[in-house]
């Protein structure tokens, strides 16, 4: 079935370092993705999105890579500071549906 | 501030019991969407309102299930007979025009003794 799953459950980085969290969807249909952060006890918060007519997107400190072929997206964070320590989602969703699809989520741990 | 403002935040009932959720967009959106996240989990949909029209449910909302959103400005998600597998964080969300971008509240934690 369709699935949105992540490569690495706990990713531990030091401050200031890059950090890289992978998500592979199944979808070939999906076209719109998202990454969202949540801290604990809190709701999902929106990082970034990108569309399939894109590979690379940019915010601030913040970047997405999409590769179709291979159904595979990325979040590169820079200079990762305390503060980015959540748990990080993607999701995705395609054309005509309004429900999301979340994977399960990657915990980011920045050690000073 | 996402502008989603949920209640109550944590509710521990025991099992059979009634529960109701509210959600209320600060401001009007369109689209609102309710969601379930179980823990160590990413949320799972359950249900999104155009206005006040309910239009789409996902399998999950079992008939012990209710949403409504009357004036098509906030919401209620109500679960009947509550069950401990209903334990979980059900979260509303409104989305951003019609550019797919969700915004998430901050929550109501169900604990179901």
């Known amino acids: 079935g369709e699935s949105v799953g992540l490569h690495l459950p706990t990713l531990s980085v030091q401050e200031g370092d890059n950090s890289i969290i992978n998500c592979a969807y199944s979808?070939?249909?999906?076209?719109?993705f998202i990454w969202y952060k949540q801290e604990s006890g809190k709701g999902p918060q929106f990082i970034i999105d990108?569309?399939?007519?894109?590979d690379k997107r940019q915010g601030q400190r913040v970047t997405v890579l999409l590769n179709k072929t291979v159904k595979h997206l990325s979040l590169q964070i820079a200079a990762t500071q305390p503060g980015d320590s959540a748990v990080y989602f993607c999701?995705?969703?395609?054309?005509?549906?309004?429900?999301?699809?979340f994977g399960s989520g990657t915990r980011l741990q920045v050690q000073p | 501030d996402t502008g989603v403002s949920q209640n109550p935040r944590h509710k521990i009932t025991k099992r059979g019991q009634n529960v109701t959720f509210r959600c209320d967009p600060i401001?009007?959106?369109?689209?609102l969407y309710w969601y379930r996240q179980t823990l160590g989990q990413g949320p799972e949909f359950l249900t999104y309102?155009?206005?006040?029209?309910?239009?789409?449910k996902s399998r999950l909302l079992s008939d012990r299930f209710s949403a409504e959103r009357p004036k098509g400005s906030f919401s209620t998600l109500e679960i009947q007979r509550t069950e401990q597998g209903d334990s979980a964080m059900y979260l509303c969300?409104?989305?951003?025009?019609?550019?797919?971008?969700?915004?998430f509240g901050e929550g109501s934690r169900l604990t179901v003794l």
């Open positions: 999701a995705e969703n395609t054309t005509g549906r309004r429900a999301l699809t």
């Open positions: 979808n070939s249909a999906s076209d719109y």
């Open positions: 990108i569309r399939s007519n894109m």
């Open positions: 401001s009007e959106h369109n689209r």
């Open positions: 309102f155009q206005n006040e029209a309910q239009l789409e």
């Open positions: 969300a409104k989305e951003r025009g019609n550019t797919g971008e969700l915004f």
